[in-house]
T-cell receptor, first 110, second 115 residues
Framework: GENVEQHPSTLSVQEGDSAVIKCTYSDSASNYFPWYKQELGKRPQLIIDIRSNVGEKKDQRIAVTLNKTAKHFSLHITETQPEDSAVYFCAALRDDKIIFGKGTRLHILP | GAGVSQTPSNKVTEKGKYVELRCDPISGHTALYWYRQSLGQGPEFLIYFQGTGAADDSGLPNDRFFAVRPEGSVSTLKIQRTERGDSAVYLC?????????????FGEGSRLTVL
């Protein structure tokens, strides 16, 4: 089955700097890669996703890149703000199942 | 309702007891997922329904866990003979997409504590 590895587990960046979270997946047949943000005590919410026929997608300060050959995908957040503090989960779709990574806790330092 | 609703929000039970957790998805969403989230971990896939049928139950940890969705809307996750290791937040999500490529809308979760 699919296995999604995510790193780092914790990331602290200065407000205004960029943050990068990286994920790898094991099943080359996976074709959809969403990212979810979970604030403390809240439910996970989709922030961006990418399909396997696209190499990069951007939405304002958030971008995701996908390298199908290497089975890597990354989340990039630019000009970080205090409200970006949360846990971020990458995920991969295989056989109708969305499999999540273990999460990255992002701290934005003032 | 406007979002995915899960009840109860909190459940404390004793080891060996039976528990039911309910999920009311967004109206019209055909896909429904159950996940389990332990502290500091990502959501762990349990089971996926497309309509009334369980399309994939490969994530259920053992035969103490069972889920139903008899009319293709509300779903119930049932846990028999609960164990302390079952303690976690059980998340339900629904989606309008088929094949998992639609956005998952999560409920607030049901926090289960087994004493």
């Amino acid at each position: 089955g699919e296995n999604v590895e995510q790193h780092p587990s914790t990331l602290s960046v200065q407000e205004g700097d960029s943050a990068v979270i990286k994920c790898t997946y094991s099943d080359s047949a996976s074709n959809y890669f969403p990212w979810y943000k979970q604030e403390l005590g809240k439910r996970p919410q989709l922030i961006i996703d990418i399909r396997s026929n696209v190499g990069e997608k951007k939405d304002q300060r958030i971008a995701v890149t996908l390298n199908k050959t290497a089975k890597h995908f990354s989340l990039h957040i630019t000009e970080t703000q205090p409200e970006d503090s949360a846990v971020y989960f990458c995920a991969a779709l295989r056989d109708d199942k969305i499999i999540f990574g273990k999460g990255t806790r992002l701290h934005i330092l003032p | 309702g406007a979002g995915v609703s899960q009840t109860p929000s909190n459940k404390v039970t004793e080891k060996g007891k039976y528990v039911e957790l309910r999920c009311d998805p967004i109206s019209g969403h055909t896909a429904l997922y159950w996940y389990r989230q332990s502290l500091g971990q990502g959501p762990e896939f349990l089971i996926y329904f497309q309509g009334t049928g369980a399309a994939d139950d490969s994530g259920l940890p053992n035969d103490r866990f069972f889920a139903v969705r008899p009319e293709g809307s509300v779903s119930t996750l049932k846990i028999q003979r609960t164990e302390r290791g079952d303690s976690a937040v059980y998340l339900c999500a629904s989606s309008s997409g088929q094949g998992g490529t639609g956005e998952l809308f999560f409920g607030e979760g049901s926090r289960l504590t087994v004493l």
